[in-house]
């Protein structure tokens, strides 16, 4: 087989995207390969959380692909869904009243049979142990870092081709955000592909292999996490020093 | 005194299950979709008539004709999706819950219009009744009132099972508490806006045959239980459904009381004070929770 021909596990061509007449993203394009760990900084209200929606087609597409596998452009959220994209919103967006187990089952909606849900809730489980003692708990009971907990729990039993993780670290204390930092460590050494956007790149310093910096809905830079680290003036300019 | 209590008491859990089957399919379909179904009493209609149709004018056994009327009400349930609601969701998201319940109007008045061209105004006896009562000593418990409970009690189980315990019904919970979360689950919510509709218009047409089966046939039959049931899903909470039935039995119990007590004409004056107190009390009702708007 020819690597070279082989289409990216992910490819973004041009994608304009936005909600009713505000254009939010302005023409994105990147590839993921499998096994990568591509942040997306920039700072708030720049379209990171939108550039997400927009993959796992909450957000419609105005133009441009978006492309998994090489297959076509898809609509339809529960589509691609399937096609194996697991998103982690902001805000964690839980299913309130549902249990944590419920929660996770619900992330395995379209596994394809009883003995694969069982393993992935057993993956979960050895990752996440604190939500295997509050699988009981409704989900609207849990503390903010529980609450992410189950959302990267619920995501992970999807098992999805790649992960999108949105802003992991928003609204947490620094002791529950370097927690979910080591969880998302933990994954990424695994092999899972990611992309994540996150507002301090500091945070992926040691994690990501790839930083795109996001700005007024366009990508004003490309690179190595250390090298944006160390360019003062890119981090002043877009993201306050 | 005994069977002055058993008689409130028999009185108000049959009226109370009639409620709560109203209920639920109304309390279903707005909590999962943001829908106010107004041709949901015209369906309730349809079920019993249908019933009446498979049992009398074609002779079919009456259990069948209980069958058809659920069918009927799937079908109902499932073409008011296809031809109505799927279209208006299509259009602007933000005016669908206006948009849905003014169509929804016009096609639970063409309905029940329908019904009136066709089998008349005069009112008809649903075949599918029990006649005779159980006596248990000083207490008479006639068997319809007992089929009644029997049914709504199986049914409600029924529904329980499904909502709680399958794949779908998670699905329909899944996409209730958060409409988008679901949708990046894998969850078809157009799908799933189908099935709530196909199960609430079988529950409309169980509904229809079981109040008519205590009154009689005729075009507005859906009518009555249709405004008790905007009362308990006020009261409980729209879209709350556990709490819808346990008003439904509530209210219903405390009707029966009021409507022994005081007379039967103030049983429904006296659910509607309740209605407005509960409102300025707690206006989102007593199990529900502020209402976020998703569309």
Redesign the interface.
């Known amino acids: 087989m020819n690597n070279a021909a082989k289409p990216p596990l992910l490819r973004l061509a041009n994608v304009v995207s936005g909600y009713s007449e505000l254009k939010v993203l302005k023409g994105i394009s990147f590839d993921i390969e499998a096994g990568d760990f591509i942040t997306v900084v920039g700072p708030n209200g720049h379209g990171k959380s939108t550039l997400l929606k927009t993959i796992?087609?909450?957000v419609p597409l105005t133009s441009g692909t978006i492309s998994i596998n090489g297959g076509p452009t898809l609509a339809?959220?529960?589509a691609i869904?399937?096609l194996g994209i697991a998103?982690v919103?902001q805000g964690d967006?839980?299913?309130?009243?549902?249990s944590v187990l419920?929660n996770l089952?619900?992330?395995a909606?379209?596994a394809p049979s009883k003995a694969e849900i069982d393993r992935r809730l057993d993956e979960v489980f050895t990752l996440l142990p604190k939500l295997s003692d509050r699988r009981n708990q409704v989900a609207s009971s849990l503390s903010g870092g529980e609450r992410r907990m189950v959302g990267i729990g619920?995501g992970l039993m999807?098992g999805g081709q790649i992960l999108l993780i949105d802003e992991p670290s928003l609204g947490l204390a620094p002791l529950i955000i370097e927690q979910i930092y080591g969880v998302i460590a933990e994954l990424s050494r695994s092999g899972r592909t990611i992309l994540l956007v996150e507002e301090n790149p500091a945070r992926v310093a040691d994690l990501a292999n790839h930083l795109h910096l996001l700005d007024d809905g366009v990508i004003v830079w490309s690179g190595p996490p250390a090298e944006l680290l160390a360019r003062d003036e890119l981090l002043a300019t877009y993201l306050g020093g | 005194m005994l069977d002055i209590l058993t008689a409130i008491l028999i009185a108000g859990l049959t009226t109370g299950a009639l409620y709560a089957l109203a209920t639920v399919g109304l309390s279903l379909v707005w909590g999962s979709m943001g829908m106010l179904n107004m041709a949901h009493a015209a369906m309730l209609t349809l079920g019993g008539y249908s019933a009446y149709t498979f049992s009398t004018a074609l002779g079919l056994p009456a259990f069948v004709g209980f069958l058809g009327a659920i069918v009927v009400g799937a079908i109902a349930g499932g073409l008011l999706y296809i031809l109505i609601v799927r279209n208006l969701l299509k259009n602007d998201k933000a005016t669908f819950e206006s948009n849905v319940m003014i169509a929804t109007v016009g096609i639970g008045i063409a309905l029940e219009n329908t019904i009136l061209l066709t089998y008349g105004g005069q009112p008809l006896k649903q075949p599918i009744s029990a006649t005779g009562s159980l006596v248990l000593g000083p207490l008479s418990l006639p068997y319809q009132n007992m089929l009644i409970v029997f049914v709504v009690i199986v049914l409600m189980a029924v529904i329980a099972l499904l909502l709680g315990r399958t794949?779908m019904g998670?699905?329909i919970?899944?996409t209730a508490?958060?409409r988008?979360?679901?949708?990046?689950?894998?969850?078809?919510?157009n799908r799933v806006y189908f099935q709530v509709l196909v199960l609430s218009g079988a529950i409309a047409g169980v509904c229809g045959v079981m109040v008519s089966s205590m009154t009689q046939l005729s075009p507005p039959l859906g009518n009555d239980p249709m405004l008790k049931a905007f009362i308990m899903c006020v009261v409980a909470g729209l879209g709350n459904l556990p709490g819808a039935v346990a008003a439904a039995f509530g209210l219903a119990l405390f009707e029966a009381f009021v409507q022994y007590v005081a007379g039967a004409r103030w049983g429904f004056p006296t659910l509607l004070f309740v209605v407005i107190a509960v409102l300025i009390w707690r206006p989102a009702g007593l199990f529900g929770r502020v209402q976020i708007r998703r569309m």
Do not use: C, D, I, T
Not at chain 2, 180 to 189: D, I, K, P, S, T
């Open positions: 796992s087609g909450l339809k959220p529960h869904a399937a998103h919103p967006m839980l299913f309130p009243e549902m419920e089952l619900m992330g909606y379209l619920r999807m | 794949r998670r699905a919970r899944a508490q958060n988008e979360a679901a949708q990046l689950m894998g969850v078809a919510v």
